[in-house]
């Protein structure tokens, strides 16, 4: 009778805290750039590769709650109360994108310029905290094989994964986009760059 009450109280206990499943950690990638491996120049989005930019631009306004109704809550009520919570997730402001892309890698670090307007930077095996106005993230980013790939893990566990590689002539960049929340993908875009 005992073992058996302290079987269901191990069971009941396990299963309560699988429910609190901790956020997921961001695992930091290698800081060793690959032998002959740069990716800098000038680049520029191909023709077959703009409608990226849209599906992107589109992923941004519904993550931002664009395609819900605007709903007037009366003055009376407590502040609380009117605001509107999106199903969106905050990793998107910290995705940029651009049809022109300027690509400086040093011996530590990748600088990417998106539009001549915009610019990031990644030091290679980084693992830090960031943060875009009052939205705070956890970003790793470095190399894996000959892809450089940035993680991005908002505070509600959506993640934004960028990886850069070049084509085996060098002539062509791809870089992929992809957000995941909840074990499901909400944007995944390939875009294809020339050399300019």
Known sequence: MIN????????????????????????????????????????????????SVERIGEAEREAAGGKENILLVPERQPQRSRQQSSAGTFVHVFLETGTSLKVTQTLHALFISFDRAIVEEYRFGEKREISVGPVMADRVSGWEGESYVIETLDKDGAKLVETYRLSEDGRKMFRTISIIQNGKSQLDVEQVFDGI
């Open 4 to 51: 058996r009450l302290f079987l269901i109280l191990v069971v009941g206990c396990f299963t309560i805290l699988s429910g609190c499943s901790a956020r997921e950690e961001l695992i930091a990638k290698s800081a060793d750039v690959p032998p002959g491996m740069d990716l800098s120049g000038q680049w520029r989005l191909r023709v077959d590769s703009m409608d």
